[in-house]
């Protein structure tokens, strides 16, 4: 046998994700079993997208490169009203729902979900970022518009700018498209709360669960 299909042996009897299916995946911190199930899940939305056309909100953890699904979005506004794409930016609306409920497929942008808060909670009620339940670290988030709008308008007022990462390490490498590995983009969610407040918390929203 082989030192590499030893090893990939070896990592299928801890419940881990062999390296070489590592070098050639998206980052994930799944164990095995788990990384396969969510592997089956992410090819089930590609082909329910291609089959019966584009959803009413789309999985961004799906996405391998989730920074080129939402430049293309933006990109699709921008052609639509003829707009630079660099005078474009996106608002993120946080809707009262989830993905299995939605109600409003806007005409322009798009509805995202698959999110993860981690370190706070959001209110449906009040439509803000809220302190975190006791003992609970992790919590699902609603779905969120991507609203195209321009790139000048003031984001930060009365928000959040909270990061979204991949996944839980927070951490990452530049790849050659000058983007991090790991680091998505920044959104911005309501607070009642100063921003610095969730800032020292280490509030971030995740692409996935590490199980």
Request: hydrophobic share 40%.
């Amino acid at each position: 046998m082989s030192m590499a299909l030893e090893s990939m042996m070896l990592k299928f009897l801890d419940d881990k994700v062999p390296e070489e299916w590592e070098k050639n995946a998206y980052p994930s911190l799944k164990p095995l079993k788990s990384w396969v199930l969510d592997l089956i899940v992410r090819i089930e939305f590609f082909s329910k997208w291609l089959y019966e056309g584009p959803p009413n909100s789309f999985w961004l953890s799906a996405f391998f490169f989730p920074q080129g699904f939402l430049t293309a979005a933006l990109q699709q506004y921008a052609r639509k009203t003829t707009t630079p794409i660099d005078a474009l930016q996106f608002r993120a609306c946080v809707r009262d729902y989830f993905e299995d409920d939605v109600r409003d497929v806007p005409d322009d942008g798009v509805n995202i979900h698959g999110l993860f808060l981690q370190g706070a909670k959001w209110s449906m009620a009040r439509g803000c970022v809220e302190d975190s339940d006791p003992k609970v670290i992790l919590v699902k988030f609603p779905v969120i518009w991507l609203e195209p709008v321009d790139s000048h308008e003031n984001l930060e007022q009365g928000c959040y700018m909270c990061p979204l990462y991949k996944t839980s390490t927070r951490r990452g490498e530049l790849s050659t498209t000058g983007h991090s590995t790991n680091f998505v983009r920044y959104m911005d969610i309501s607070t009642e709360a100063p921003a610095d407040d969730w800032t020292r918390r280490g509030v971030a929203l995740l692409c996935m669960t590490d199980d």
